[in-house]
T-cell receptor
Framework: KAGVTQTPRYLIKTRGQQVTLSCSPISGHRSVSWYQQTPGQGLQFLFEYFSETQRNKGNFPGRFSGRQFSNSRSEMNVSTLELGDSALYLC?????????????????FGQGTRLTVV | AQSVAQPEDQVNVAEGNPLTVKCTYSVSGNPYLFWYVQYPNRGLQFLLKYITGDNLVKGSYGFEAEFNKSQTSFHLKKPSALVSDSALYFCAVRDRFNAGNNRKLIWGLGTSLAVNP
């Protein structure tokens, strides 16, 4: 069973540009979450999608957006890049909600996209 | 507010010795608790979780964790550390009564484990 696939693995962008990152979840998983990981801040939750709808959103500016397609693949977009956006962006997929809302399900992570803004 | 604390940024242990990585949490209700491990340049891998039942949970790679409700802790343990266990470990919690639109995980900042040969 293939794992979570994130593309590209590495990306270098210039300040002010925009970037799109892609995530393909594990087959059968319909929930996709995105995280930003930096050494000082740890994992910061960006947003979660389920059935093409955003279900949860973290405390990030509107420059950060995402979407999910009917095949559960997800993309996140960052516009007007800033130096502080340099980070490892992780995507995680999980099974669809069961019973009490799926809160006991673990997430499966991709290897991440390392974004460097110069 | 819900939070997770991993009080140690780094833990050093000799190979063959027992290891403990600490985690304490604060949630309004009863928690679901998770441990993940991150190897260099990799994504996070699920290790184990506490949902209900036995307070001692066994997971991957010989790791286990003990849920202590009175101390609001969920420390990760392994009886005999390996050099290959050296990695970054994350504790995460989710309030079991937060479903649907509030089911996001709350993460600790991580603990770097170094196992010395």
């Amino acid at each position: 069973k293939a794992g979570v696939t994130q593309t590209p693995r590495y990306l270098i962008k210039t300040r002010g540009q925009q970037v799109t990152l892609s995530c393909s979840p594990i087959s059968g998983h319909r929930s996709v979450s995105w995280y930003q990981q930096t050494p000082g801040q740890g994992l910061q939750f960006l947003f979660e999608y389920f059935s093409e709808t955003q279900r949860n959103k973290g405390n990030f500016p509107g420059r950060f957006s995402g979407r999910q397609f009917s095949n559960s693949r997800s993309e996140m977009n960052v516009s007007t890049l800033e130096l502080g956006d340099s980070a490892l962006y992780l995507c995680a997929s999980s099974l669809p909600p069961q019973g009490d809302g799926g809160v006991n399900t673990e997430a499966f992570f991709g290897q991440g996209t390392r974004l460097t803004v110069v | 507010a819900q939070s997770v604390a991993q009080p140690e940024d780094q833990v050093n242990v000799a190979e063959g010795n027992p290891l403990t990585v600490k985690c304490t949490y604060s949630v309004s209700g009863n928690p679901y608790l998770f441990w993940y491990v991150q190897y260099p340049n990799r994504g996070l891998q699920f290790l184990l979780k506490y949902i209900t039942g036995d307070n001692l949970v066994k997971g991957s790679y010989g790791f286990e964790a003990e849920f202590n409700k009175s101390q609001t802790s969920f420390h990760l343990k392994k009886p005999s550390a390996l050099v290959s266990d050296s990695a970054l470990y994350f504790c995460a919690v989710r309030d079991r009564f937060n479903a649907g639109n509030n089911r996001k995980l709350i993460w600790g900042l991580g603990t770097s484990l170094a196992v010395n040969p």
